[in-house]
């Protein structure tokens, strides 16, 4: 038996800098320290790359607890008292932020990732001008309708 396999494609990062990003998947698990994490998504609009970002629902009073906070109130608008999260809810949202490149060392190896800086990011509603539409509208409804119309 043969068939064709490709190896060595090189992993691609996120540019650095400001970027909108859109959540396109999203994955309920348990962190490593027992909390409720959820795993996001990001494809830049750009580039078409994506990332993960780990959201870890960290209880109230234990350092940590304002990150998921303040990604809960960016994506959802409310992250104060008893809230049901439902991370389905966040799909397709996007979120203008910016990305960062980190370096770190695990078994003697050099590891690159992309993360987005948790103090700078917005939801990003994509702006659309309709002014052209806006005016065609305007011609349209100027136009006199035949009411003898047979259709």
Not at 106 to 119: E, L, P, V
Request: glycine fraction near 6%.
């Amino acid at each position: 038996m043969s068939f064709p396999f490709r190896g060595g494609q090189e992993y691609q990062l996120v540019p650095e800098g400001e970027r909108v990003l859109t959540i396109t998947s999203v994955e309920e698990k348990t962190s490593k320290t027992g909390n409720q994490m959820v795993v996001v998504e990001l494809t830049d609009m750009e580039t078409a790359i994506s990332m993960k970002h780990h959201v870890v629902f960290i209880p109230e009073g234990k350092p940590g607890h304002g990150i998921s906070k303040r990604f809960l109130k960016v994506i959802t608008g409310e992250c104060d008292g008893d809230l049901e999260v439902d991370p389905l809810t966040w799909l397709g949202k996007r979120l203008k932020c910016t990305v960062e490149h980190e370096t770190s060392e695990y078994n003697d190896k050099t590891y690159t990732n992309a993360r987005i800086d948790i103090n700078k990011y917005e939801l990003y509603e994509l702006e659309v001008d309709t002014t052209e539409a806006d005016e065609v509208k305007d011609e349209v409804e100027d136009v006199p309708l035949d009411e003898d119309l047979d259709f």
